[in-house]
């Protein structure tokens, strides 16, 4: 199995309140992304990054920054959160060939917003 | 307008049928990957393709870049295949995902 946790695994917090959460891998890779899985849309992409302090932004990256400052940790913020960013928050990473660069995901990240 | 469309949506099975999910995607793309996701549970990839066939136990993948179409196969399934399936495409750097097919297997 590949190196790759996400914590927390579960959070209840608060409209309004700021929520990060962390993405942390062991396997050295390029590529790492955060998607949130909502019913009846799938998994879409917030965020991704390509390198340490080189992200962009994803399809649905309002009301979310993320911050690389080593390869190994990828970390999501949430400045001030909404009840519509209730969802399950799926980091993956990805290695730096496109021809042979496996995907893995993290357990999931369940977050809570009332 | 989704880049990667997903049939059928849901699929019921019986023990021991052959089962197809198929795949097709409107971007060029220079991998697809099929992913597994069990009820409650994380995302596993299956498979990587970028061209032609592969196969890991009961599960074969098959790719034609030409039609834009990717299949995956299931033999003899079984009730621990009980699953969403998920098929990403590889764009330049990102993914696009379709909706998943939720295949349930009757014992």
């Known amino acids: 199995d590949a190196g790759i946790t996400q914590s927390p695994r579960h959070k209840v917090t608060e409209t309004g309140t700021p929520v990060t959460l962390r993405c942390h891998q062991t396997e050295n890779h390029r590529y790492m992304y955060w998607y949130r899985q909502d019913p009846g849309h799938g998994l879409r992409l917030i965020h991704y990054?390509?390198?340490?302090?080189?992200?962009d932004k994803g399809e649905v990256s309002d009301g979310y920054s993320v911050s690389r400052s080593k390869t190994e940790d990828f970390l999501l913020t949430l400045e001030s959160a909404t009840s519509s960013q209730t969802s399950v928050y799926f980091c993956?990473?990805?290695?730096?060939?496109?021809?042979?660069?496996?995907?893995?995901f993290g357990e999931g990240s369940r977050l809570t917003v009332l | 307008k989704n880049e990667v469309e997903q049939s059928p949506q849901n699929l019921t099975a019986q023990e021991g049928e052959f089962i197809t999910i198929n795949c097709s995607y409107s971007v060029g793309i220079s991998a697809l990957h099929w992913l597994q996701q069990h009820p409650g549970g994380g995302i596993v990839s299956l498979f990587m393709?970028?061209?032609g066939k592969k196969k890991h136990g009961r599960l074969i993948a098959t790719i034609n870049i030409q039609e834009k179409h990717s299949s995956l196969h299931i033999t003899a399934s079984h009730p621990r295949d009980s699953a969403v399936y998920i098929c990403a495409a590889l764009t330049g750097n990102q993914f696009y995902f379709g909706t998943g097919t939720s295949l349930t297997v009757i014992p």
């Open positions: 393709l970028s061209s």
């Open positions: 990054s390509y390198g340490v302090k080189d992200t």
């Open positions: 993956a990473i990805r290695g730096g060939s496109t021809l042979t660069g496996e995907l893995f």
